[in-house]
């Protein structure tokens, strides 16, 4: 083989090598990215996710020890029912982002929780008609234990998901 064939094959195979390792290197950096994306969607739907059982419990607490006893309960209950509804609402917006980066189970299980959150809400605003005199919500109490053990399994999926998924 001449000098000239061997360095024009030398410069094509060397000009592949670096086309090759640049492309390599962008796919390398794009998996990077949408990797970090999904890291970043699933911790704000986490923390968001994780304030909210809280909450629910101290509602929960709060009317049973004040609303008998509250000058204006039905203005602090609807206070209290609105930031659930403005918490979960945020959750949404956190949740689309995760339903979008993440496998189709953990859109599930995101759908699950949204249900049950729903269902929690339910059980607190009759909660509070109990308080209020409404005996025929006396049943409740078993209600709110089966909503929250079902919760308890459903964030432990997700939290399962997310971390197995980042």
């Given at each position: 083989?001449?000098?000239g064939?061997?360095?024009?094959?030398?410069?094509?195979?060397?000009?592949?090598?670096?086309?090759?390792?640049?492309?390599?290197?962008?796919?390398?950096?794009?998996?990077?990215?949408?990797?970090?994306?999904?890291?970043?969607?699933?911790?704000?739907?986490?923390?968001?996710?994780?304030?909210?059982?809280?909450?629910?419990?101290?509602?929960?607490?709060?009317?049973?020890?004040?609303?008998?006893?509250?000058?204006?309960?039905?203005?602090?209950?609807?206070?209290?029912?609105?930031?659930i509804?403005?918490?979960?609402?945020?959750?949404?917006?956190?949740?689309?982002?995760?339903?979008?980066?993440?496998?189709?189970?953990?859109?599930?299980?995101?759908?699950?929780?949204?249900?049950?959150?729903?269902?929690?809400?339910?059980?607190?605003?009759?909660?509070?008609?109990?308080?209020?005199?409404?005996?025929?919500?006396?049943?409740?109490?078993?209600?709110?234990?089966?909503i929250?053990n079902?919760?308890?399994?459903?964030?432990?999926?997700?939290?399962?998901?997310?971390?197995?998924?980042?």
């Amino acid at each position: 083989m001449d000098q000239g064939l061997a360095a024009v094959l030398g410069a094509v195979v060397g000009a592949l090598a670096t086309g090759s390792a640049a492309a390599l290197a962008s796919v390398s950096a794009e998996r990077v990215q949408k990797k970090q994306a999904r890291r970043e969607a699933y911790r704000a739907f986490l923390e968001e996710m994780r304030s909210l059982p809280p909450y629910f419990g101290r509602l929960s607490t709060w009317m049973a020890q004040n609303v008998s006893r509250s000058a204006n309960p039905i203005d602090e209950a609807n206070e209290k029912f609105a930031e659930i509804d403005r918490r979960i609402e945020s959750l949404g917006r956190f949740a689309v982002a995760v339903e979008l980066e993440g496998p189709f189970k953990l859109s599930s299980q995101v759908a699950e929780l949204f249900d049950l959150f729903e269902r929690e809400t339910g059980y607190l605003r009759r909660m509070y008609a109990y308080h209020r005199g409404d005996r025929a919500s006396e049943h409740l109490a078993v209600v709110r234990i089966e909503i929250e053990n079902e919760l308890t399994e459903c964030i432990r999926q997700i939290r399962y998901l997310t971390e197995s998924n980042v």
